[in-house]
C-alpha cells in the first residue's frame, strides 16, 4: 500500500517569506509527528498528533513554527517568516496508534529539502 | 553535552566484512534503546529496538545494550553493498517519551 508521502519534495525560499509543507500519512494511522533533520544533528523531534490534537508541542523551534492536522489525515508544517537557519530537510512519520511516542513502528515519508536563500 | 551520541563517520568497510556501529548516551533513565536505518534521501526506518541491557538478534543484525557503561551497538554480519546507509541510534525513557536521536552513522560497504 502507500507510505507516507511529503510535498513538496524540494522547496527553496527567500529569508522572509512563508512555506507551507504537507505531510499525507498512512491510511489509518491515528499518529503522526513531524521531526527536522540537519547535516550532522540527527532527527530532531518538533511536534506530535494524535488524531487533530497536538498534545505536545514543545518541539516546535519557535512561535513561527506551528502545524495542523485536519479529518485524522494530512497535516501541514507552516514556517512564517523563514530565516536561513530553518534550513533542515523536515521528515514526517505516521503510527497506527499507541502511546504518543511508543516504540509503534513509525514510518518516514521521504522528507521536503527546506533550503532558505 | 548531546543526549545521545555516536560518531557520524564516514565508515567504509568491504562486502563481508563484520560492522559494528556505536553510541552512547548521557541520560541514565533512558530504557528504550532503537536502529534505524537511513538511505540518501529516504525517511529513516525502525531497524531493531531493545528493552534494558542485553541483546537482540535479527538475521544479519544484533543489537546490544549496555547500560552499566550507557553504550549501544550495533553489529552487522556479512555486510553488503545494500547495507550502506546512515544508521541512527536513538532511546526513550518510556514508552510513552520523546524519542531522542543521535546525528547518525554514515557506512559504506565496498563490493
Known amino acids: 500500500g502507500a507510505g507516507v508521502s511529503q510535498s513538496p519534495s524540494n522547496k527553496v525560499t527567500e529569508k522572509g517569506k512563508d512555506v507551507e509543507l504537507r505531510c499525507d500519512p498512512i491510511s489509518g494511522h491515528t499518529a503522526l509527528y513531524w521531526y527536522r533533520q540537519s547535516l550532522g544533528q540527527g532527527l530532531e523531534f518538533l511536534i506530535y498528533f494524535q488524531g487533530n490534537s497536538a498534545p505536545d508541542k514543545s518541539g516546535l523551534p519557535s512561535d513561527r513554527f506551528s502545524a495542523e492536522r485536519t479529518g485524522g489525515s494530512v497535516s501541514t508544517l507552516t514556517i512564517q517568516r523563514t530565516q536561513q537557519e530553518d534550513s533542515a530537510v523536515y521528515l514526517c512519520?505516521?503510527?497506527?496508534?499507541?502511546?504518543?511516542?511508543?516504540?509503534?513502528?513509525?514510518?518516514f515519508g521521504p522528507g521536503t529539502r527546506l533550503t532558505v536563500l | 553535552q548531546k543526549e545521545v551520541e555516536q560518531d557520524p563517520g564516514p565508515l567504509s568497510v568491504p562486502e563481508g566484512a563484520i560492522v559494528s556501529l556505536n553510541c552512547t548516551y548521557s541520560?541514565?533513565?533512558?530504557?528504550?534503546f532503537m536502529w534505524y536505518r537511513q538511505y540518501s534521501r529516504k525517511g529513516p526506518e525502525l531497524l531493531m529496538y531493545?528493552?534494558?541491557?542485553g541483546n537482540k538478534e535479527d538475521g544479519r543484525f544484533t543489537a546490544q545494550v549496555d547500560k552499566s557503561s550507557k553504550y549501544i551497538s550495533l553489529f552487522i554480519r556479512d555486510s553488503q553493498p545494500s547495507d550502506s546507509a546512515t544508521y541512527l541510534c536513538a532511546a526513550m525513557k518510556t514508552s510513552y517519551d520523546k524519542v531522542i536521536f543521535g546525528p547518525g552513522t554514515s557506512l559504506s560497504v565496498i563490493p
Open positions: 512519520a505516521s503510527s497506527p496508534e499507541g502511546g504518543p511516542y511508543s516504540t509503534d513502528t513509525q514510518y
Open positions: 531493545t528493552y534494558s541491557s
Open positions: 541520560n541514565s533513565a533512558f530504557q528504550y
